[in-house]
């Protein structure tokens, strides 16, 4: 027996390292050609023959500037960096052995480029009004500019020019609010991330965001906090601290986490996928249909078997690229991504009843069905107006079909149109700007964007008027509901995704505080604070409310306290010490009249003291935007 178990291990054994040594890893360095400086978070694009294919994997340096790559099938390839702020460099002729590691040394020319002055039009849309405003923003080339395939030097990255306007949704920041007069504060969790990939694509590219483009829980929520897994059979855990506010020292803040269970690709639901590609003459240029394109790539890679995937696109009209297939077909999936092409008008109306129908005529009970809508929000022809297409999203999420949007483009995106679709069809919206952030959000994230945890998640937050004198939630404001809307099961709310973070952060003015808030106006005849609230060392009374995903039954209810025990700043967690950089940031953005002591400095020293192991690289890089933004801020100019 023990002789027939040894021959089996050593056959299994044979079989694995046979199938290492069937591939081999390409790895090095990347850095300034002039200084000689390590260059971290540059995408290395490796592709099998030319530069006008696709490319076939990807990967990004570390904190030293070094990358590998595993996994390449032996053979000759091309390499090709992309990094914002230099020129691509491309290597010809890497050769990949079997079971053998290439070394590749690249460095990279600063781009060098003047820099053009264009106008983005900002339109804020409330319900009374519309008004334009203009910003001035200065333009460089995206990281995806075109060179040419014999790879000299010397040669201009090509430069797209904005021509037309990007939409931003007009916010009205949230004000503080007495807890004598509006003890409650409800809303919807938010999971979207768009708009911090979005200010990344602006400051990248030479110039400060529209202040509306800039949401601050988006900013915040882009970063993943670790926090404790739920416990027993909760799809969520909920952490809560209560410190000093960094920017204001005679406010605290209350952090508020909320962690999605964490679910295996193996455990996961079958999903029935429809991708609606938007591929009108709007998304030819490299940073949308080829980005789309790749990071469509990058997705095939991790689809099984019982996954099925379809194709629709639309430009002048809508049609069907690839029907229901297996994710175990890879090269037919692969196939129908290569024929996709850019021309025409933008018919996004047919293509969203094509997308809904493909994903209800195959729509799977015990799965996860979901129309994946990638786009730059330019819809021109058909039903355009926000309200139409709201509504027929609307519609069309009473079947069980959520909805992910990812923006693409530069010049004429519509984030107000993609914010809308997305919050009104159960859904999440992300903005993809580069080849790093099109893994991040196909292959890191799409896990958990695909398989929704909890549905109509909803928070509510009662404070202690004996505590707190004046509260105010930080961002969140098109997320804010009725207080009767917590306890209505009919109203729709946000979606938890698997392995998904929730955080929200309220800014508190403590009763004892003497400060006078001009927004809270004050009463004639004050109300009475009870003894014993005096007394309770209850700050305040958390509440969510949540349903499961595929069930419409009543609400579950989850109930705590958090109690009046408040932490130094610096001895505050890593996580709400970062999140309140983050938030920071935003608030500096936007100008906001909120942002009290706030400034870059303080906002990369706190950042710097709250990083933690950052695996991936993405709270050293927010260091690195705002030490950007800063040298930017005296050079731009916004008019409102």
């Known amino acids: 027996m023990f002789r027939l178990f040894f021959i089996s291990a050593m056959l299994i ?35 099998s023959d030319s530069i006008s294919s696709y490319g076939i994997k990807a990967c990004s340096t570390d904190l030293d500037g070094n990358f590998i790559m595993k996994d390449v099938l032996p053979g000759k390839y091309i390499l090709k960096t992309h990094y914002v702020g230099y020129k691509p460099n491309i290597i010809k002729g890497v050769v990949v052995k079997a079971g053998q590691k290439t070394h590749v040394k690249f460095q990279v020319d ?37 060179i040419s395939s014999s790879g000299k030097k010397g040669k201009k990255a090509k430069t797209e020019k904005v021509s037309n306007a990007e ?30 990939s979005n200010i990344r694509r602006f400051i990248n590219q030479g110039s ?26 909760m799809p969520f855990s909920i952490t809560t601290e209560y410190t000093e506010c960094a920017w204001n020292k005679n406010h605290n803040i209350v952090h508020i986490g909320i962690q999605g269970r964490d679910m295996s690709k193996e455990k996961a639901p079958a999903s029935n996928l429809v991708f609606l590609i938007d591929v009108s003459g709007s998304m030819s240029t490299d940073d949308r249909l080829p980005l789309v394109k790749s990071g469509l790539r990058l997705l095939v890679g991790e689809l099984r078997a019982q996954d099925k995937v379809s194709i629709v696109v639309y430009a002048g009209a809508a049609g069907m690229v690839l029907p229901p297939t297996s994710g175990s077909d890879k090269q037919t999936i692969m196939n129908a991504i290569d024929k996709l092409g850019a021309g025409g008008s933008t018919a996004g109306g047919a293509g969203i009843e094509l997308a809904y129908k493909t994903a209800k005529d195959n729509f799977l009970k015990e799965g996860n069905n979901r129309v994946i809508l990638a786009t730059d929000g330019d ?30 483009g530069t010049g004429n995106y519509k984030d107000s149109k993609m914010e809308k679709l997305a919050d009104k069809g159960n859904g999440n919206y992300a903005y993809v700007d580069n080849l790093s952030e099109a893994k ?13 945890i909890a549905k ?48 929200a952060i309220y800014e508190i003015v403590p009763a004892s505080c003497t400060e006078r808030i001009s927004a809270v106006n004050e009463r004639k005849y004050k109300k009475v604070v009870r003894s014993a609230d005096a007394k309770n060392n209850e700050l305040m009374t958390l509440k969510l409310r949540y349903k499961q995903p595929k069930s419409d039954k009543k609400s579950i209810l989850i109930e705590e306290s958090v109690t009046d025990e ?44 709250s990083k933690g192991k950052d695996e991936e690289g993405y709270r050293s890089e927010f260091i690195r935007l705002v030490e950007k933004a800063a040298s930017l801020k005296s050079t731009a100019t916004v008019m409102e």
């Open 456 to 503: 109509d998640v909803k928070v509510q937050v009662q404070f202690n008027p004996a505590k707190v004198k004046a509260y105010r939630l930080v961002g969140y404001e098109n997320r804010v509901l009725r207080n009767e809307d917590f306890n209505d099961d009919t109203k729709d709310a946000g979606e938890l995704g698997a392995g998904h973070t929730v955080t």
């Open 566 to 609: 408040k932490k130094p700043i610096d001895q505050a967690s890593e996580n709400t010490r970062f999140s309140s950089a983050v938030a920071q940031f935003g608030m500096i953005l936007r100008d906001s009249k909120f942002k009290g002591q706030a400034d870059y400095k303080s906002v990369i020293t706190m950042a710097n003291l």
């Open 110 to 146: 600063q781009e060098g480029v003047t820099l053009d002055e264009v106008e983005i039009v900002v339109r804020h849309r409330t319900f009374a009004e519309k008004c334009i405003s203009m910003c001035k923003i200065s333009q460089i080339p995206a990281c995806y500019g075109d």
């Open 379 to 408: 819809f021109n022809v058909g039903v355009n107006s926000d309200d139409a297409l709201v509504q027929l999203i609307e519609k069309k999420r009473t079947d069980g079909i959520y909805l992910t949007v990812l923006g693409f």
């Open 13 to 47: 054994c044979g079989r694995f390292f046979a199938q290492v040594e069937n591939y081999g890893s390409i790895y090095g360095n990347i850095s300034d050609k002039a200084n000689g400086d390590s260059i971290p978070f540059v995408t290395v694009a490796l592709y």
């Open 167 to 196: 939409d931003y949704s007009r916010i009205v920041e949230n004000d503080f609010r007495s807890v004598m007069r509006e003890p409650l504060s409800t809303m919807s969790i938010d999971v979207d991330r768009a708009s911090y």
């Open 440 to 452: 991040k959000v196909f292959v890191q994230e799409m896990s958990g964007t695909l398989h929704a």
């Open 208 to 233: 400060l965001p529209p202040k509306d483009a800039v949401r601050v829980e988006e900013m915040i929520n882009y970063f993943n906090y670790h926090y404790a897994q739920p416990q027993d059979e």
